[in-house]
């Protein structure tokens, strides 16, 4: 065997002994569909959390909903990231997610804007979240 070859098993070796960490998928802007923005935006938990993102920070997906099982925060999280409403990025042991804004804003032009003024006072979305909507 290579030497390179001896290296590069120690590598993967070394990876793997970490856990793998998947770098998730992000659709690009000109593949964002209005139909999978609704559908993702349909969901008053995912409602939820696009209007604590709308402040333009990022947050830990862990800080996002309260009284869910981390299986269903992934499937939101999935959700959102994969109509492209979401851009969610690995940083040690957390995600930390944000609003795609400008993607969202150059596709639908006012969609978004007109959404969340339409739920601004949703007692439902804001019982959703951890941080209660603000």
Do not use: Y
Request: glycine share 6%; hydrophobic share 40%; charged share 25%.
């Amino acid at each position: 065997m290579a030497p390179f070859e001896l290296a590069w098993q120690a590598d993967a070796r070394a990876s793997l002994a970490h856990g793998p960490r998947m770098i998730p998928h992000h659709p690009e802007a000109a593949q964002i569909h209005l139909e999978n923005v609704l559908t993702a935006l349909g969901n008053p938990t995912r409602l939820a959390v696009v209007r604590v993102l709308a402040d333009g920070q990022e947050r830990s997906c862990t800080a996002l909903l309260r009284d869910q099982t981390k299986s269903t925060m992934t499937h939101h999280w999935r959700v959102l990231r994969s109509s492209g409403v979401i851009w969610q990025r690995p940083v040690g042991r957390e995600n930390l997610l944000s609003l795609r804004r400008e993607d969202l804003d150059a596709r639908f032009p006012g969609l978004l804007d007109a959404i969340l003024s339409a739920t601004r006072d949703d007692a439902l979305t804001d019982a959703s979240t951890a941080w209660g909507g603000r």
